[in-house]
Structures are given as structure tokens and as C-alpha cells.
T-cell receptor
Framework: SQQGEEDPQALSIQEGENATMNCSYK?????LQWYRQNSGRGLVHLIL?????REKHSGRLRVTLDTSKKSSSLLITASRAADTASYFC????????????????FGAGTQVVVTP | EAQVTQNPRYLITVTGKKLTVTCSQN?????MSWYRQDPGLGLRQIYY???????DKGDVPEGYKVSRKEKRNFPLILESPSPNQTSLYFC???????????????FGPGTRLLVL
């Protein structure tokens, strides 16, 4: 079953604008990760945030985590055409729940299109 | 170059004809995993392996087999493929299974399978 669910499903913005997408999950987690996928290609890791962290930055990326609301957000600032991709959140609940050992569970993704 | 490789990249086959998709990583990772990606469903885990000779079912294992005889290889076997196994398949690896500190997964380029 999907643990993380992204919102919105699709997002269209212009270059220079910020893009924000959200991820909600159902059970306790150890950490949450965001990945990017360019059309039909393998996923590339962007950022990992642990359950005891609230915010993390990496370049133009900012991730927040609210464990009380079981949600995370990914903000891409000053977007570029090259940011056009699908973005997935993935939750790692290893050890937190008995049937989650070794599992990284992905949501369905947010498709972002950045137009010049 | 550190990478996960998959072969073949594209495969068209017929119902019932056994096939194997190979996966190999050169990073000495303990953990390897197979996912399938279908529109609107994100990535779903098929099988994973915590180490050599240790494999376990993911969320959608029916119709698939795996083996982990060597650390670097983790082939996915479809004994009798059916049309509902038409999908995009990804192999991934990480240094170890997840947990409180989290582990980045490295993805292969994907194998697009069509079962007629």
C-alpha cells in the first residue's frame, strides 16, 4: 500500500517562480526522502530528512517535515526549465512498524512542468 | 563510475515465456530492491534483499522471483509473464537497509517490459 501521497498531482509554473509540493503519510516513520525522475528515467535522490528534523536545505531545495501532521513539503525556489520532472516522496518506516523492515514506500508523485 | 545497471532496457515478450531482468551494482551495497512503476500508482516494491542469500517480499511479489547469490547481482525472474506485468521496472541499491539514519537508494535506468 502507498504510504506517501503527493499533492498536487501536477503543477505548471513559469521559470523563476517557486514550486511547492506536499506529501502526506499514514504511519510513523524514521525518515522521509524526496526523489526526482526525469521522463522515463531512474529516480535520483534529492534530500533526506530524519524524523527529528524539521527543515532541511540543499541548494534551491527546501524540505520541511511535520511529524505531528504526518506531512512534508518540498519547495523549489527560482525554478528552471531543467526542473521539469516528477517528484516523489518516499517514507522509511523500518523498525517503526513490524511489517516495514527494509521497505521504502513511494507516493504516486507530483509532475512539475516549468515553462521558459 | 558508481552505478546500478539493468539489462535489457527494453523487452517485448509473449505471455508465458520465462524472462530474466538482470541488475548489478558496483558500490558494494548490501541492500537491493526491485520496483515496478505504473501510471498513477508510483513505485511499488516487488522484492528486496538485505544481503546475500536474504530476500523478502515487497508489496507486489506475485508472479515474480528473485535470487541473491552474489552481493552485486539481484536478477528479477518472471517465470510465466502475463500482460498485467507490463510495466517499467527499476532496480535500486543502498549501502544497507534503511532505519533511523536513513539510506539513499541508487536507481538503475529502468527496464520497460511489454507482455503481449
Amino acid at each position: 500500500s502507498q504510504q506517501g501521497e503527493e499533492d498536487p498531482q501536477a503543477l505548471s509554473i513559469q521559470e523563476g517562480e517557486n514550486a511547492t509540493m506536499n506529501c502526506s503519510y499514514k504511519t510513523s516513520i524514521n525518515n522521509l526522502q524526496w526523489y526526482r525522475q526525469n521522463s522515463g528515467r531512474g529516480l535520483v535522490h534529492l534530500i533526506l530528512i530524519r524524523s527529528n528534523e524539521r527543515e532541511k536545505h540543499s541548494g534551491r531545495l527546501r524540505v520541511t517535515l511535520d511529524t505531528s501532521k504526518k506531512s512534508s513539503s518540498l519547495l523549489i525556489t527560482a525554478s528552471r526549465a531543467a526542473d521539469t520532472a516528477s517528484y516523489f516522496c518516499a517514507t522509511d518506516a523500518s523498525w517503526a512498524t513490524t511489517d516495514s523492515w527494509g521497505k521504502l514506500q513511494f507516493g504516486a508523485g507530483t509532475q512539475v512542468v516549468v515553462t521558459p | 563510475e558508481a552505478q546500478v545497471t539493468q539489462n535489457p532496457r527494453y523487452l517485448i515478450t509473449v505471455t508465458g515465456k520465462k524472462l530474466t531482468v538482470t541488475c548489478s551494482q558496483n558500490m558494494n551495497h548490501e541492500y537491493m530492491s526491485w520496483y515496478r512503476q505504473d501510471p498513477g500508482l508510483g513505485l511499488r516494491q516487488i522484492y528486496y534483499s538485505m544481503n546475500v542469500e536474504v530476500t523478502d517480499k515487497g508489496d507486489v511479489p506475485e508472479g515474480y522471483k528473485v535470487s541473491r547469490k552474489e552481493k552485486r547481482n539481484f536478477p528479477l525472474i518472471l517465470e510465466s509473464p502475463s500482460p498485467n506485468q507490463t510495466s517499467l521496472y527499476f532496480c535500486a541499491s543502498s549501502f544497507r537497509a534503511g532505519g533511523p539514519l536513513g539510506e539513499t537508494q541508487y536507481f538503475g535506468p529502468g527496464t520497460r517490459l511489454l507482455v503481449l
